[in-house]
């Protein structure tokens, strides 16, 4: 008989709600984590009563009625709808594209002529099976709206010029021809209050963690402990890294907190030219309206300046690479999870996969349920 029924490797969203399942259905569970703290990449940090998004800002939303259903058995969440707003040299745009946009963009005012203005651009620019991200981009919503909002932070986010990076990245670029700057447009969204770390500790409640504690340390005793282990670190960590290592594009975040009540009066400002460095600046305080979790206005501001930056092995893993390369070496490594029988890999790191907070909280729930029932 081993102590636990399961160890779960890594306390991000995917192994804090498998925990929870698992503690649920009578089961013994040991979460670890490397970092010195719970709640993985959605991890929010309190910096004079401000929830500082660590890893990058982080809003939740979805359709998902069952996913909504559980995580709000774990936080309240507040009204928070993301609206954010492009600066081009000093130009102020509501984002997405919408009449809000328009409007300040050509001085239109009825729909009509919205998407008059749009057409026209589309067409003189003559593009009829564009060659590349620029092309496409024109052939979607005309050269202003292009130069202006999509070229500069493109490339920023690639490092290359939008000439030379292929078409099919951008398939849609939506344009609203109404009002609407909510961005995710979801049925549900909004921010946990009190922060996300508060949620991940109220679904680890009664579950025994340790942090700052590497599975590879001591794989061989932890496998010892536990009948079966839930892995949520990186696939290739897993194996040594025997096939090579996978790709990821990574963001560089500049943290200040500034003595002033508020820098950017919005929680997202994307920069859209290409002179300016970082992509966007978070104000973290507007997620949750400028007040403390006593509902206090909060007189200091912190900030985050975003670069995009190449990754390399070592570095802070953010965005998969979903090209040919990467998804194949990633097709080897599954198959050889598959020949791990006690060992479950899920979560973002585990399957090299991008998932939105919603979607990896269904995907735990729907692991447990296979490996729990019901
Ligand atoms: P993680 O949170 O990464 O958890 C994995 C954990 O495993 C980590 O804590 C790690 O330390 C630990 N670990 C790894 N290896 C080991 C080891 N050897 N030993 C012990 N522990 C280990 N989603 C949204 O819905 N809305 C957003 O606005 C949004 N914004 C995002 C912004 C950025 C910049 C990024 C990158 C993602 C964003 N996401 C967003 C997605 C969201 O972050 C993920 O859905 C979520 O964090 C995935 O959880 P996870 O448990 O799979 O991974």
Redesign the pocket.
């Known amino acids: 008989m081993k102590k636990y029924d399961y160890l779960v490797?890594?306390?991000?969203?995917?192994?804090?709600v498998f925990a929870q399942q698992a503690k649920e259905k009578g089961k013994k569970v040991l979460v670890?984590?490397?970092?010195p703290h719970?709640?993985?990449?959605?991890?929010t940090e309190d910096v004079e009563g401000i929830h500082v998004h660590k890893?990058?800002?982080?809003?939740?939303?979805?359709n998902n009625k069952e996913v909504w259903d559980y995580i709000t058995k774990f936080a309240e969440f507040n009204r928070f709808t993301?609206s954010p707003v492009a600066n081009y040299k000093g130009e102020l745009y509501s984002l997405p594209f919408n009449m809000y946009t328009f409007n300040k963009m050509w001085g239109v005012v009825t729909p009509e002529e919205a998407a008059e203005k749009i057409e026209e651009q589309k067409k003189a620019a003559g593009i009829t099976e564009p060659k590349n991200l620029e092309e496409q981009a024109i052939s979607l919503v005309g050269t202003d709206i292009y130069e202006k909002l999509v070229k500069g932070y493109t490339e920023k986010q690639w490092g290359r010029p939008c000439t030379e990076l292929p078409a099919f990245i951008i398939k849609r670029l939506p344009v609203r021809l109404t009002f609407d700057n909510n961005y995710f447009n979801a049925l549900y969204q909004g921010i946990p209050m009190g922060g996300y770390t508060k949620m991940v500790e109220n679904l680890l409640a009664g579950i025994e963690v340790k942090v700052s504690?590497?599975?590879?340390a001591n794989k061989a005793e932890y496998d010892a402990m536990a009948e079966k282990v839930v892995y949520?670190?990186?696939i290739d960590?897993y194996f040594d890294y025997k096939l090579g290592a996978l790709e990821y594009r990574s963001?560089r975040f500049e943290t200040e907190l500034l003595d002033r009540p508020n820098f950017q009066g919005n929680a997202a400002v994307n920069y859209t030219d290409a002179e300016t460095p970082w992509t966007r600046i978070i104000e973290h305080k507007w997620f949750e309206f400028g007040k403390d979790d006593a509902g206090n206005d909060l007189p200091k501001t912190v900030v985050s300046r975003?670069y995009s930056s190449e990754w390399k092995v070592g570095d802070e893993p953010?965005?998969p690479v979903n090209d040919e390369k990467n998804g194949a070496l990633y097709q080897q490594y599954k198959e050889l999870g598959e020949q791990e029988e006690h060992v479950i890999f899920?979560?973002?790191?585990?399957e090299y996969k991008?998932?939105?907070?919603?979607?990896?909280i269904a995907s735990?729930l729907a692991m447990s349920e296979k490996e729990l029932g019901k």
């Open positions: 490797v890594g306390a991000g969203l995917y192994g804090a670890i984590d490397k970092r719970i709640a993985g990449n959605v991890y890893y990058g800002a982080h809003i939740f939303h979805t993301n504690t590497d599975y590879f949520t670190g990186a960590a963001v975003e953010y965005y899920g979560g973002r790191l585990g991008y998932y939105d907070m919603d979607a990896v735990a």
